[in-house]
């Protein structure tokens, strides 16, 4: 699970909640360095170990989202090529949010159908992949979330892959997961028109430099 | 935002990204010192100030819950005494999981329904409290959620309250906070029997040391 500075910490806790439910695992959270991490909420997390040090050989490579430190993710040679190595030979490789903009930057999005947030998920055919839109999308061993809390149910979704139904029914009911959210905004689709514009409205520049950095990510791997 | 040892960090991250939407709130991350905290799942987090540097005056008070970290806290004097201090000033008192069996050993939930983790619910008796089932239960100011995953519906409730409904769909609409469970496993109402049995199983010894440490605080408080 990689950290970065500006990415949001609940894209990160969700799915970390349900792989380190899975026993037997280690769940590492890896970052350029062993200094600590401060996402986007200001929530400052210590990694567990580094680029460099992280095992060759993962089961998830997980990668999470955010605003502006995520756009520094995505121009990022060293992080790029780290989940490039990492992405080739991982079991699965997975995002919530603008992470999926990530593991595009990096390469490893190229012809397959993927999701992000739902208001930057057209950026993801900047990245050669295929816009798909879904709460978590599957294509191959690619398996991508939609925003931010779309994150409990791409964890969900792994472990009752990696061990079986049943499991995974005991980690929901652990984690007492049968949301019921007080508002019914959480989608475009449901959430009143004024509510939608301005949100929207929040993303247009993100958006843009998001659109230019995975240009040049493209245009670096040609060359 | 208390940070203790053993907590686990989906219930403070929930909240955490719900509170720090609020713009212009200041959101602290209270621990016993400034070394970082380790939660059950093995993240590690930073406290941003200590019980001793805490504001006196808070808006919101909130504790997570977790297992034998919980047990620890409930039993921990200095955290029960600023847990009282702080929270017969706060405006609003609240907790996710068992964090409400915390307040409950701190003397604040006396005569207030509140609910907790489904499986440890019952024990908030033993704290004075009327014990109500529901995902976010609220008694004048008083708000305490259900099991982990609760965090969530219960920080953007609080959003709702302290700004209003189309601040708060906003804030869902950028988490995109439309939840899918790949099943339908997360309460003990909709769960497969012989999952919820498994599950159960895990809980008596925690119970049964909760039950003892809040019969403690209890006296202790009589006395």
Same mark, same amino acid.
């Given at each position: 699970?990689?950290?970065?500075?500006?990415?949001?910490?609940?894209?990160?806790?969700?799915? /970390?909640?349900?792989?380190?439910? *899975?026993?037997?695992?280690?769940?590492?959270?890896?970052?350029? @360095?062993?200094?600590?991490?401060? @996402?986007?909420?200001?929530?400052?997390?210590?990694?567990?170990?580094?680029?460099?040090?992280?095992?060759?050989?993962?089961?998830?490579?997980?990668?999470?989202? &955010?605003?502006?430190?995520?756009? #520094?993710?995505?121009?990022?040679?060293?992080?790029?090529?780290?989940?490039?190595?990492?992405? =080739?030979? #991982?079991?699965?490789?997975?995002?919530?949010?603008? &992470?999926?903009?990530?593991?595009? $930057? $990096?390469?490893? *999005? +190229? &012809?397959?159908?993927?999701? =992000?947030?739902?208001?930057?998920?057209?950026?993801?055919?900047?990245?050669?992949?295929?816009?798909?839109?879904?709460?978590?999308?599957?294509?191959? !061993?690619?398996?991508? &979330? #939609?925003?931010? @809390?779309?994150?409990?149910?791409?964890?969900?979704?792994?472990?009752?892959?990696?061990?079986? /139904?049943?499991?995974?029914?005991?980690?929901?009911?652990?984690?007492?997961?049968?949301?019921? %959210?007080?508002? !019914?905004?959480?989608?475009?689709?449901?959430?009143?028109?004024?509510?939608? /514009?301005?949100?929207?409205?929040?993303? %247009?520049?993100? !958006?843009?430099?998001?659109?230019?950095?995975? #240009?040049? /990510?493209? +245009? *670096?791997?040609?060359?």
């Amino acid at each position: 699970m990689l950290l970065y500075p500006g990415m949001t910490s609940l894209d990160f806790v969700g799915p /970390q909640h349900m792989f380190s439910s *899975l026993m037997g695992a280690q769940v590492h959270h890896i970052a350029k @360095s062993m200094a600590p991490v401060t @996402s986007d909420s200001k929530l400052t997390l210590l990694p567990t170990t580094t680029l460099k040090r992280a095992p060759r050989d993962l089961d998830i490579l997980f990668v999470p989202g &955010g605003g502006d430190g995520t756009l #520094a993710a995505m121009a990022d040679p060293e992080l790029l090529a780290f989940l490039a190595d990492r992405g =080739s030979r #991982a079991k699965w490789v997975t995002s919530v949010c603008t &992470g999926s903009l990530v593991l595009g $930057a $990096a390469g490893l *999005l +190229k &012809g397959y159908k993927a999701t =992000s947030h739902w208001a930057s998920r057209s950026l993801l055919k900047d990245a050669g992949a295929i816009e798909t839109e879904g709460r978590v999308v599957r294509d191959r !061993n690619r398996i991508t &979330g #939609a925003g931010v @809390s779309a994150g409990l149910d791409l964890g969900l979704t792994l472990v009752g892959m990696l061990r079986d /139904q049943a499991y995974a029914e005991t980690v929901q009911l652990l984690a007492e997961y049968a949301p019921e %959210p007080p508002f !019914n905004a959480g989608s475009p689709r449901t959430a009143p028109e004024a509510v939608k /514009q301005m949100t929207e409205g929040m993303f %247009p520049d993100f !958006n843009e430099r998001a659109r230019t950095t995975l #240009a040049r /990510q493209v +245009k *670096l791997r040609r060359t």
